[in-house]
């Protein structure tokens, strides 16, 4: 009897890498390239959508756990989940821009270099914080109390966490974007508040992922966990984005840095998105090795080298692949693209394919 092909987990993850790269870049070329697509979508309504996309992958597949959609049948599992999240994040879009926009001109598409809909895509960022640490860090706790089952548990996070995002979006966010309130006067400038929370999720996911909830699990009981995850994420996160700055400010130089100007307080997210892809991808490609051995050391491990892996994407993007691949803008001397865009749309496509699509086409992984 033949046994059935398979792969060794850095085999898996690399086949893995290079399907969600061919996608990726072939979907860019024909959906959002600002030279070679049909569509003017770059970088707005692309990055708006693409951010709901990301939110709504985030409902379906981490609150909701793909509950109904886990009895199909592959490939009609992974399109169908392409289509829906794809559906809300369009519909999300247009309604906040179009709809919502004629109401409060904040939100309107109109609103010259595509604040409108940056305004509305916003909340995303303080969503993804809420909706993934109610997960990886608080294990669907208090949701879980009262009950295990799905829909209802994930139903039950998804719609108790809007009211805490909304007031995070509304004191963070919005100050800086709407046309009613005196912008000059936030604060936190937009950018400020997207390098500094965008840093909150990287600790987000470093502890939730790479560190399987260490070391927030050690407080003992859930609430405890919550708590301590809570304030232990923003504090690292926090400490993250000054350490990240002066890293990026050193990568990209000085007059770069200069020229960039205050918008550079954006750049701890700019190589956090690229850490973010690395991590997601690490540990559901490449099954999160190293695993079995010393738990610190493992955790270790794993930061090291998905950390190394993004200043290296960091680096590759901004001085190369986004000029010469994507056709995407100068942003400094020698210098293009927006990661945010760029290595959230390989964040999408590694939930899609990997997740929705459970790798489909490629040899299992082989165990040990």
């Known amino acids: 009897m033949t046994r059935p092909k398979t792969l060794p987990w850095y085999g898996f993850g690399i086949a893995n890498l290079a399907v969600v790269t061919v996608l990726a870049v072939a979907s860019w070329y024909l959906l959002v390239d600002p030279a070679w697509s049909p569509f003017d979508i770059y970088p707005q309504p692309f990055e708006a959508a693409l951010f709901w996309a990301l939110l709504a992958a985030v409902w379906v597949g981490f609150n909701l756990e793909f509950h109904g959609f886990d009895r199909m ?11 829906v999240i794809s559906s809300i994040s369009v519909a999300v879009t247009v309604v906040l821009s179009r709809l919502w926009g004629s109401i409060d001109p904040s939100f309107d598409a109109n609103r010259p270099d595509g604040k409108g809909y940056l305004t509305g895509a916003m909340f995303v960022l303080f969503g993804f914080f809420s909706y993934v640490t109610s997960v990886v860090n608080w294990n669907h706790w208090p949701w879980s109390k009262l009950t295990s089952r799905q829909p209802w548990l994930g139903l039950g996070q998804i719609s108790l966490l809007i009211l805490p995002t909304l007031v995070i979006y509304g004191l963070l966010a919005l100050p800086g974007l709407t046309t009613w309130t005196d912008t000059a006067a936030t604060w ?10 965008y840093s909150v999720v990287v600790a987000v996911i470093v502890t939730g992922l790479l560190t399987e909830n260490w ?3 050690l407080a003992g009981s859930p609430g405890r966990v919550v708590l301590t995850s809570v304030v232990g994420n923003v504090a690292v996160g926090t400490a993250l984005y000054f350490g990240v700055r002066e890293l990026t400010e050193l990568l990209i130089g000085q007059a770069r840095s200069i020229e960039i100007g205050a918008d550079i307080t954006s750049f701890p997210a700019q190589l956090g998105v ?17 695993k079995g051995g010393r738990a610190l050391r493992d955790y270790a491990v794993r930061v090291l080298v998905t950390f190394a892996l ?9 001085f190369g692949f986004a000029e010469a691949v ?4 100068a942003v400094a001397s020698g210098m293009h693209g927006d990661a945010l865009g760029w290595m959230d749309w390989m964040v999408l496509w590694t939930l899609f394919y990997v997740l929705c699509f459970e790798s489909y086409g490629l040899p299992a992984r082989r165990d040990g």
């Not at 993004?310 to 901004?318: D, E, G, I, M, N």
């Not at 994507?326 to 803008?329: D, G, R, V």
Request: proline fraction near 7%; charged fraction near 10%; glycine fraction near 4%.
């Open 274 to 290: 690229c850490w973010v892809f690395w991590m997601i991808f690490w540990a559901n490609a490449f099954d999160n090795r190293p």
């Open 310 to 318: 993004a200043v290296a994407t960091f680096l590759a993007y901004y």
């Open 188 to 197: 936190l400038t937009t950018s400020t508040v997207t390098g500094w929370f």
């Open 326 to 329: 994507l056709h995407e803008p």
């Open 73 to 83: 049948r592959q490939p009609w599992r992974g399109i169908t989940l392409v289509a």
């Open 215 to 217: 070391p927030w699990r």
